[in-house]
């Protein structure tokens, strides 16, 4: 607990031959859920996490870091400024994109669907991805700002989560997260 005289740093490292190879699930599930649930502790506070060289060679996917989403949105020598919309839940496709359009237009950089956030009956996946692009072309043209948006294209399988994905970019909105 910050600022008791019992707290400590602890530095925690594991052999490369523990993890697969490119996967980050297991990585995580590793290293945060094995120490989040080491009982004795009464509180924990994850600091940094650094992957070796050697790892992060075996994940192929894109080479996307910060400088790639500054080269993006054209945004350097600041932070970045986004949030979650909320509620995160209940609102219909188009006061969702609503709500995505006035937080962009009143200056944030991007913002991101929760990840409770699916293709609920009062919500369809597919509404929601139109508003919430329109959201984004309006409030770029008029702040002159390139905005983003991560839509949750998360599905009940990995086909459908493809096509929402190709959707999203078809739409024009090629920033996408998904939950395990």
């Known amino acids: 607990i910050p600022g008791e005289d019992d707290s400590f740093f602890a530095y925690v490292a594991y052999p490369i031959d523990l993890f697969e190879e490119g996967s980050v699930t297991n990585l995580l599930t590793s290293v945060v859920g094995n120490v989040f649930g080491f009982k004795a502790l009464r509180a924990l506070r994850l600091e940094d ?62 913002t991101k669907d929760d990840e409770n956030v699916n293709s609920q009956p009062f919500m369809r996946w597919r509404d929601r991805f139109a508003f919430v692009a329109e959201g984004i072309y309006k409030s770029q043209a008029e702040t002159g700002e390139i905005k983003g948006h991560y839509l949750n294209a998360t599905a009940p399988t990995s086909e459908e989560m493809l096509f929402r994905a190709q959707t999203a970019k078809d739409f024009g909105v090629p920033i996408i997260m998904h939950d395990y």
């Open 49 to 110: 996490l650094r992957i070796s060289k050697a790892y992060a060679k075996t994940f192929f996917g894109p080479p996307h870091g910060i400088q790639v989403e500054r080269d993006k949105l054209n945004k350097y020598g600041r932070a970045f400024l986004g949030c979650t919309i909320k509620p995160k839940l209940g609102l219909s496709a188009k006061n969702y994109g609503r709500a995505c359009y006035e937080c962009l237009r009143g200056g944030l950089d991007f």
